[in-house]
């Protein structure tokens, strides 16, 4: 079965940083265009980051340019995204996805983790 497992989220304060986690099994996953989302509470999700598969250009919310970086470990399938000088306004619930074949993000990706939040607190 196809499967994405978000983790590495949690409590922290503004200014500090977190390693959030997107492993995946049943494919594999840098074969794939990638998007981390983010649904902050009593509003619509919104994609922070696409990284399309085909010649890895790395998308980003203007929000979190600069402070959220991505990293990959083939050999585990799974790739990390770096919470950097986080605000209280980074506090939601951050969901991985993935595409098929396609080399852009949408709204509609093939695969979603189930997400893993992140607090942070002023």
């Known amino acids: 079965e196809v499967q994405l497992v978000e983790s590495g989220g949690g409590l922290v304060q503004t200014g500090g940083s977190l390693r959030l986690s997107c492993a995946a099994s049943?494919?594999?996953?840098?074969?794939?265009?990638i998007g981390w989302f983010r649904q902050a509470p009593g509003k619509e999700r919104e994609g922070i980051l696409c990284?399309?598969?085909?010649?890895?250009?790395?998308l980003w919310k203007e929000s979190v340019r600069g402070r959220f970086t991505i990293s990959s470990d083939n050999a585990k399938n799974t790739v990390y995204l770096h919470l950097n000088r986080l605000k209280p306004e980074d506090t939601a619930v951050y969901y991985c996805?993935?595409?098929?074949?396609?080399?852009?993000?949408?709204?509609?990706?093939?695969?979603w983790g189930k997400g893993t939040l992140v607090t942070v607190s002023s």
């Open positions: 996805a993935a595409q098929e074949y396609l080399n852009y993000c949408t709204s509609a990706m093939d695969y």
């Open positions: 990284l399309e598969h085909d010649d890895g250009d790395e």
């Open positions: 049943g494919f594999t996953l840098n074969g794939h265009t």
